[in-house]
């Protein structure tokens, strides 16, 4: 969770720091124990130059410590833990030839649909405003696949990417799962514009790896009636001789929180 606070600006940091973990309870649903938190100060508050606004991050203490040990098994020592939706902001800068001319500095919905988790941030003016997340993803693909045709997770998961199903997969099962994709955007879009004043959005951009599912993009535009884009982080990037340009092409849409992660920095 993130939440924007107000700190008298007099306070050293060291000061806020002992202020925030007094007062968590108003701002974190868990006990600290259970929690790993951080704060920046953002600078002079708007409304009232004697307070600043301060960023308070905070997650369940487990969801650091996986990925620090997940990082710690491939050799790598974690520096910073950043937040996936600050991740996504930074790497929207890599988008701006993509978009529609003006769309950069309007509204930009970023749809992205993993295996698991379908998450909508909408960007103003470069900035996230809003984020919602769903349980819905690409394993609901593999999994009707699975108990359609026979297969393993691992087949269907296979079979998903590279083909070789019966005639009626399109129809039966890809098709409705496009469907039901582009329901779940529409319906965060509709969240969304319900508590902005009926904000609408400029383009959505599609990322993750559901992203990649031919047609889709068509049928989010017919649906929604705003041009749609697919995320590819990497268009302006010179590749490495050892990557292999249309792999990198394909998960593209998939990476955008990597890129945004490696904009921070990397060894």
């Known amino acids: 969770m993130t939440k924007m606070i107000?700190?008298?600006?007099?306070?050293?940091?060291?000061?806020?720091?002992?202020?925030?973990?007094?007062?968590?309870?108003?701002?974190?649903?868990?006990?600290?124990?259970e929690v790993r938190l951080d704060f920046e100060v953002l600078g002079e508050n708007e409304s009232n130059k004697e307070m600043v606004d301060v960023l308070l991050a905070a997650s369940r203490r487990e969801n650091i410590d996986d990925r620090v040990e997940a990082l710690a098994k491939a050799g790598l020592k974690a520096k910073i833990v950043d937040v996936e939706a600050f991740a996504m902001e930074n790497a929207f800068s890599l988008l701006a030839e993509q978009l529609p001319d003006g769309a950069e500095a309007q509204t930009v919905a970023i749809a992205d649909v993993g295996a698991t988790m379908a998450t909508l941030n909408v960007v103003h003016n470069s900035r996230i405003v809003y984020t919602r997340e769903q349980g819905f993803g690409g394993k609901q693909l593999t999994e009707e696949i699975q108990r359609r045709y026979g297969l393993s997770y691992e087949e269907a998961g296979l079979a998903k990417r590279h083909g070789g199903l019966p005639d009626n997969y399109i129809t039966d099962v890809l098709e409705p799962f496009k469907k039901a994709t582009v329901q779940q955007i529409a319906r965060s879009l509709q969240f969304f514009v319900s508590s902005s004043a009926n904000r609408g959005v400029d383009c959505i951009v599609l990322a993750g790896g559901c992203s990649s599912i031919p047609g889709l993009t068509k049928m989010v535009e017919q649906s929604l009636g705003v041009t749609a884009i697919v995320a590819n982080p990497f268009i302006n990037m010179a590749l490495s001789g050892r990557v292999k340009p249309q792999s990198l092409s394909?998960?593209?849409?998939?990476?955008?929180i990597a890129c945004g992660l490696a904009l921070r920095s990397f060894d």
């Open 6 to 33: 107000t700190m008298p600006a007099a306070l050293a940091e060291e000061d806020i720091e002992n202020q925030i973990l007094v007062e968590a309870d108003q701002y974190i649903p868990y006990s600290l124990d």
């Open 250 to 256: 394909n998960d593209a849409p998939a990476m955008m």
